[in-house]
């Protein structure tokens, strides 16, 4: 387990503190629509941070080919119709390039800075010229409108029950899903970006913010710097 993350609940536990089982049950909402409006008809995605492939098999759904990474081999074994490879995604190099880059479920707010610029250099080495990455941001009030929850129309609550400073601009967050015959819980470290502070980090890594494509400006569509 990474330091500072901590995951509880049945199953397997990546080393972020994501449970398998978890992620399984998860439903994709809206964000498959947002990405697939946003990028070309059945474009190559390479999706960073897969998971279990909670976007994955709606994205193969919709016609895109999706090249999987993550790191943990638990997750990559729910994944059907995808290419997948095990990889930390700062450490990836596959010398191919891809239509789109996807770095979403908040990972670009990684505690740790050298990992999150080793992601987004790792975005950038992977998109094809004349390509996009999209980037999933954590919302306005993330941090700050705590504890909150939210109960999922299929029967389970989400509860973001507290967010705690956890040194050099770092937040710990915990994360509740309660289910009616089960229950996980998810401890992890967050860095809170303003919008000033994500383009910068982008630009650091040779990326530039070209469209906020939700208006809670939580999913954008970045290009390589001119
Ligand atoms: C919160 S889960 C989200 C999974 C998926 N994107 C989704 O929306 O369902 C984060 C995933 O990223 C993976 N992950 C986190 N940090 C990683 C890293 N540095 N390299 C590779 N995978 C990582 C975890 O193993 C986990 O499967």
């Known amino acids: ?23 399984a049950r998860l439903p994709a909402g809206d964000e498959p629509d947002i990405i697939a409006a946003a990028v070309p008809a059945g474009a190559h995605i390479l999706e960073l941070g897969s998971g279990v492939g909670r976007m994955t098999h709606p994205l193969l759904e919709r016609g895109f080919t999706v090249t999987a990474v993550d790191e943990s081999a638990d997750m990559l074994a ?15 190099d596959l010398g191919e390039k891809f ?8 990972l670009v707010h990684t ?8 992601m987004l250099r790792t975005c950038a080495r992977h998109v094809a010229e004349g390509g996009c990455v999209l980037i999933q941001r954590e919302g306005p009030d993330y941090h700050t409108d705590v504890p909150r929850e939210r109960t999922d129309p299929s029967g ?24 009616p015959d089960a229950v996980w819980t998810q401890t992890f470290l967050a860095r809170p970006l303003t ?3 994500f383009e910068s980090v982008l630009a650091e890594a040779g990326l530039e913010a070209d469209t906020y494509l939700t208006p809670d400006g939580m999913w954008v569509r970045a290009v390589p710097t001119a």
């Open 1 to 23: 387990m990474r330091e500072g993350h901590e995951g509880t609940g049945p199953g397997a536990v990546t080393p972020d503190g994501c449970a398998v089982e978890l992620y």
């Open 78 to 92: 729910r994944i059907r119709g995808a290419r997948t490879i095990r990889s930390t995604i700062e450490s990836l």
């Open 99 to 106: 239509d789109v880059v996807m770095l979403a479920s908040f």
């Open 111 to 118: 505690g740790d800075e050298e990992v999150r610029g080793g």
């Open 156 to 179: 389970f609550t989400i509860r973001i029950a507290s967010v705690e400073p956890a040194g050099k601009g770092v937040n710990s967050v915990r994360a509740e899903y309660v289910f």
């Open 195 to 197: 919008k000033e502070r």
